[in-house]
């Protein structure tokens, strides 16, 4: 069945240059382009556009008006700063023709991505599952979900979440059965209105060109980037490293890519002599600047930040207390000229932390969870991807945000590959207190990602596997005076169930 996609682009402030140009750049275009304004003038008008020009009170009725005109089977509703990725009209008209509903779908929502004034994501809108969609008032909602201040500062699914209507579902009469369809994907970047969320203190640049997306399972990416990184950024965030720091730099130094390559050290408020440390290996670490990122602590403040300083097309990331071996950034760059638009690397803990080897980190290729992710410790990804998909979430304490950046990136349809030949040598917690510290926070993130991600298939634990768990720990607890091991094997998992018990509470929701 052929599905034909008109869209209404509702442009406040005349500005509509972004939503336009990612529509005609769509692999498929749409049957028509229309956009709703009470601006005079405005940027230059395109033939293949039409322009509805109305007063502030009018705007919902002429968007509606301009709908129904749209010659075309359903109508999606853009806002002027919303920017539709590539495959945006292929996944909407394939989830309008999906099988085994319940009547004719009328309505079908998608995910979207929001950008911050300063380039940074703001946050993951994501629809609630597929139900029907009945009676509702769908005029006024189309309109709302294009409306650029819809919605942000929400995480959920909502009236925030952009959607495509059947067009005879926005008539007085004719609204037969329907359902609403949703796509557990994010096809948009609707960056922040002015007045929006407060920008941090660094911009962060937006793309100097559309980044290729891909399917995860699909084809590697097309032409528009070189065959190799004309540079590689290598972004190192640190926080009173100086005691480990020596040693990784030493390791960047010794790696046997041949291509050219800066090193960011970016200081996140750090104490001791990080700095000095740093600033003295000049002379080994050809390239390499210091950066300052200490007035707000995080990993991801810090990385971003190495994002927006960076002069290079591929970036990579590293700790300041691993090793990286040799091959390293070869590896990753390796997979990067393959097509991938994201690697993660392996984490080794024999050199590093050789008595805790029943700890080693499960690869990429083996994690079960969800959609794979590559580790925050080891992973690289062509800069244009990273500036797309709004970089590292800044607001993620003490772990998440690897996952969270993965998963956001796949969602948006980038390809994420593992790199088994970029060896990091890892070291794991040696403190109970540290150790004990970082499950907990790990928990906390866990149910804070299944609060953003549940709609898009990450699945929570079974409630008698969690009961299990705990009654494991319970019959253990001798474990916590026998010896040193069972003690931090006891630690190590009491400590992240509790967190995704507190995070449970935080976020609203049931992740056991």
């Not at 495959?87 to 099988?99: D, I, T």
């Not at 941090?200 to 399917?215: E, L, Q, W, Y």
Request: net charge positive; hydrophobic share 45%.
């Amino acid at each position: 069945m052929a599905v034909s996609m008109g869209v209404v682009v509702v442009s406040p402030d005349g500005e509509w240059d972004a939503a336009v140009g990612s529509l005609l750049a769509q692999r498929v275009r749409p049957a028509a382009i229309t956009v709703v304004t009470w601006v005079p003038g405005g940027p230059r008008r395109d033939p293949r556009v039409r322009v509805a020009h109305c007063l502030p009170s009018a705007a919902a009725a002429v968007c509606r008006r301009e709908a129904l005109r749209t010659p075309a089977d359903f109508v999606a509703c853009l806002g002027g700063r919303d920017e539709a990725l590539p495959g945006w009209l292929e996944a909407l008209v394939e989830a309008c023709r999906a099988p085994g509903t319940t009547g004719r779908v009328g309505v079908v929502r998608y995910g979207a991505v929001r950008i911050r004034p300063d380039g940074v994501v703001g946050g993951v809108v994501l629809p609630e599952p597929d139900g029907p969609a009945g009676g509702a008032p769908w005029d006024g909602a189309l309109f709302a979900a294009g409306r650029s201040r819809a919605g942000w500062g929400r995480e959920d699914g909502g009236d925030g979440a952009p959607c495509a209507v059947r067009r005879d579902l926005l008539a007085v009469t004719g609204r037969g059965p329907a359902r609403c369809v949703a796509v557990p994907r994010l096809l948009v970047r609707r960056y922040a209105p002015c007045g929006g969320p407060a920008p941090a203190a660094r911009p962060a640049p937006r793309p100097t060109a559309r980044p290729s997306a891909v399917s995860p399972a699909g084809p590697p990416a097309s032409g528009r980037r070189p065959a190799r990184p004309a540079l590689v950024s290598v972004v190192l965030p640190v926080r009173d490293g100086a005691p480990t720091l020596p040693a990784q730099l030493r390791a960047l130094a010794e790696q046997t890519y041949t291509g050219a390559v800066e090193v960011l050290v970016v200081d996140n408020g750090s104490t001791d002599r990080t700095r000095e440390v740093a600033s003295a290996a000049r002379a080994l670490v050809p390239g390499l600047r210091v950066l300052d990122a200490g007035d707000r602590p995080g990993e991801g403040y810090a990385r971003n930040t190495g994002i927006a300083a960076a002069r290079g097309d591929f970036v990579a990331f590293c700790d300041a207390d691993d090793v990286a071996a040799p091959g390293w950034l070869a590896g990753l760059v390796e997979a990067a000229a393959g097509g991938a638009d994201l690697v993660g690397g392996a984490l080794d803990v024999g050199l590093l932390s050789p008595a805790y080897a029943d700890e080693q980190p499960v690869p990429l290729t083996e994690q079960g969870d969800f959609l794979p992710f590559a580790r925050g410790a080891n992973c690289a990804a062509w800069k244009d991807v990273l500036v797309a998909v709004g970089g590292w979430d800044e607001s993620y304490r003490g772990g998440g945000e690897d996952m969270d950046l993965s998963w956001r990136a796949q969602l948006c349809g980038f390809r994420l590959v593992y790199a088994p030949d970029a060896l990091m040598h890892y070291r794991l917690r040696d403190g109970l207190a540290s150790l004990a510290r970082q499950k907990w926070n790990y928990g906390l993130s866990g149910a804070r990602l299944y609060a953003r991600y549940r709609h898009a298939g990450f699945e929570r634990r079974r409630l008698s596997v969690a009961a299990v768990n705990w009654l494991v720990l319970l019959v253990r607890l001798p474990d916590l005076v026998r010896s040193r091991a069972l003690r931090r094997r006891w630690v190590r998992y009491a400590a992240r169930l509790a967190g995704f018990l507190a995070g449970s509470v935080r976020q609203g929701v049931l992740y056991p």
